[in-house]
């Protein structure tokens, strides 16, 4: 079964029946819908007259008035075309041409949220917040999502999708005018990942009820990233370090293992809120889509699977080879239906044929469903491509 992901201003741009109708012509049978998002700006090339979309982060769907009283976070509703609430009107629409609607949830990842309620932000082992990311030590953080979950669950989708579950890169800031990122030093994933480490006042409360020694693991992580500041002449740590780092590290081992219960109460608390079953996009920003490799970001699926229904590879590859051998890693891995994400970035895939060869691949090791990436930014072509392929 095919999906592709949207944008629900993607879908008013081209008028919500003919957009969904234009997708269930083409034989996919569903749409990830953008339901709780991190801002962006997307060039849309089927809509020249209005190319380029910016939105600030926040719900496209109507919070209510009390369904979250029990957070001091506010949800922030981004309107589109005057839809009161987008999530349910488009769900409704969707269905009328046989259409499920599968919620696309991004979680901590989010700067307009951050910036409102600094308060909840990660903060680095040198005292630096960022507006980017939520923590999900705050119990405030995780009660916000819960009832986003909710609300969501409310609205007749078939299930809720989530991405960025774990602890975030201090280096995935969009920033309100969507500035570049500069650095020179930090140039390594382990340099990246002890960059990122969290230690603002939420992780301290919560790591009272665990052996780690937050003063010793801030001062251990210091240590590390000052040298990658002193010795720029060193060779820079590789990840497979920061593996070895934390083996041989007691201090840091317990400081990972800290991480990783934070994000399994985290999702937890997502599933006892949601009514529609969990998927889980498997892949986080500084950390790689590999099953397994999550773990610097407190995402270990061992811990997450009984709280997930589903797990969605992601295969951003044109190799079929690649995308096979990621997708029977995952299967030993965790017991779970496996779901795959592809993408139709030209950089990647740059024909028709390749994407045949490459959803062939797929559906040989997996009846899971099978995302593509993305439906706003697609030319006609290539959604003649996304027909063609499932149609074989």
């Given amino acids: 079964m095919p999906a592709l992901w949207t944008y629900p201003w993607n879908l008013a ?4 029946d003919n ?14 819908l953008a339901s709780h ?34 957070t001091p976070i506010d949800p922030r509703p981004i309107p589109v075309d005057g839809m009161d609430d987008p999530l349910f009107e488009l769900v409704g629409t969707a269905a009328e041409h046989g259409l499920d609607v599968n919620a696309w949830t991004v979680c901590l990842h989010n700067t307009a949220l951050g910036a409102a309620h600094p308060e909840y932000r990660i903060e680095s082992a040198f005292g630096d917040a960022h507006d980017h ?5 705050n119990p405030e953080v995780r009660n916000y999502f819960a009832d986003v979950v909710a609300a969501i669950s409310d609205r007749g989708v078939a299930e809720i999708q989530l991405e960025s579950v ?16 500069k650095r020179q030093t930090i140039t390594t994933t382990t340099e990246e990942v002890l960059l990122s480490q969290c230690f603002c006042d939420g992780c301290r409360n919560a790591a009272r009820d665990h052996p780690v020694d937050m003063e010793s693991a801030q001062e251990s992580v210091r240590g590390m990233v000052r040298s990658s500041f002193d010795h720029p002449d060193e060779e820079p740590p590789s990840i497979d370090s920061l593996d070895a780092l934390v083996n041989e590290n007691e201090t840091l081992h317990e400081l990972f293992d ?8 985290f999702v937890g608390g997502l599933a006892a809120a949601s009514d529609v079953p969990l998927n889980y996009y498997a892949m986080e920003a500084h950390t790689g889509v590999e099953p397994g490799s999550g773990w610097p970001a407190g995402v270990e699926l061992s811990r997450l699977e009984p709280s997930l229904d589903r797990i969605t590879a992601i295969c951003y590859v044109v190799d079929p080879s690649v995308a096979r051998e990621r997708i029977r890693a995952f299967r030993r891995t965790v017991d779970r239906p496996l779901d795959v994400g592809v993408t139709l970035d030209p950089s990647i895939i740059e024909s028709q044929a390749q994407l045949h060869d490459l959803v062939s691949a797929i559906r040989d090791e997996t009846d899971g469903e099978v995302f593509v990436y993305h439906h706003g930014l697609m030319t006609e072509t290539q959604l003649e491509w996304v027909e063609t392929a499932f149609s074989r």
């Fill in 37 to 70: 998002y991190h801002s962006v700006r997307s060039m849309n090339p089927r809509t020249p007259e209005n190319l380029f979309e910016r939105h600030s982060g926040g719900c496209y769907f109507d919070p209510g008035e009390s369904a979250f009283d029990d």
């Fill in 133 to 137: 990311a939520f923590c999900p030590s």
């Fill in 258 to 265: 800290f991480r990783a219960e934070v994000v399994t109460e």
């Fill in 166 to 181: 774990g602890f975030q890169s201090a280096f995935h800031e969009h920033g309100a005018e969507f500035g570049h990122d």
């Fill in 13 to 16: 741009a081209e008028g919500p």
């Fill in 19 to 32: 957009a969904c109708e234009a997708i269930a012509a083409r034989g996919i049978d569903a749409i990830n």
